[in-house]
């Protein structure tokens, strides 16, 4: 059973950078594509980006300037900083694994069907 | 990006009823469309994808259907362990996007 961990600190100063870690157990990172999606309190679900496991990218518009999302296959992890952060930025962050319901290699991803437990990253001073 | 809409936006049943939820996309996005659940302090669990296809594990009662751009995601008795907030999503567009949620309470 594919297992996913976020990791990082929960409490980030305003423009500074927000840098998290996931995970992944009970499966290999490569083949898949990975994501990051974030909830603030009490609302509805925005999705940052995605991860090939061969490094190659996509972000969300709204996001782009500030994101970055790498992959460390030897551990098993990929990453996410998010910079210049403001309240706006204070949510629970999930990992997840973004399949393609085939061979990812052929095809785009579909679905996340593993997430993380979430992190609650907090910005203030 | 495309927008998801969904309706309502909370929704009060009893055990044993058949609760519907509707999902609207601002464009065509054939059948690619997803169904979450969320327990509160849990994350996401898929229920449905490719708008009609149960995940491996989720119970018979929960079902999806639509294309195009009006999708419906129905549960056939509700259950008191349902209790959650049910989120559709698209993969047709990058971003993929959530609707806003649909809190169902047993009433």
Not at chain 1, 3 to 8: I, V
Not at chain 1, 96 to 103: E, N, S, T
Not at chain 2, 20 to 49: E, F, V
Not at chain 2, 66 to 92: H, N, V
Request: net charge negative; aromatic share 12%; charged share 15%.
């Amino acid at each position: 059973q594919v297992q996913l961990q976020e990791s990082g600190p929960g409490l980030v100063k305003p423009s500074e950078t927000l840098s998290l870690t996931c995970t992944v157990s009970g499966g290999s990172i490569s083949s898949y594509y990975w994501s990051w999606i974030r909830q603030p309190p009490g609302k509805g679900l925005e999705w940052i980006g995605y991860i090939y496991y061969s490094g190659s990218t996509n972000y969300n518009p709204s996001l782009k300037s500030r994101v970055t999302i790498s992959v460390d296959t030897s551990k098993n992890q990929f990453s996410l900083k998010l910079s210049s952060v403001t309240a706006a930025d204070t949510a629970v962050y999930y990992c997840a694994r973004f399949d393609c319901g085939g061979d990812c290699r052929n095809s785009e991803p579909n679905y996340f069907d593993y997430w993380g437990q979430g992190t609650l990253v907090t910005v203030s001073s | 990006d495309i927008q998801m809409t969904q309706s309502p936006s909370s929704l009060s049943a009893s055990v044993g009823d058949r609760v519907t939820i509707t999902c609207q996309a601002s464009q065509d996005i054939s059948n690619y469309l997803n169904w979450y659940q969320q327990k509160p302090g849990k994350a996401p669990k898929l229920l449905i994808y490719d708008a009609s296809n149960l995940e491996t594990g989720v119970p018979s009662r929960f079902s999806g259907s639509g294309s195009g751009t009006d999708f419906t995601f129905t549960i056939s008795s509700l259950q008191p362990e349902d209790i959650a907030t049910y989120y559709c999503q698209q993969y047709d567009n990058l971003p993929p996007t959530f609707g806003q949620g649909t809190k169902l309470e047993i009433k």
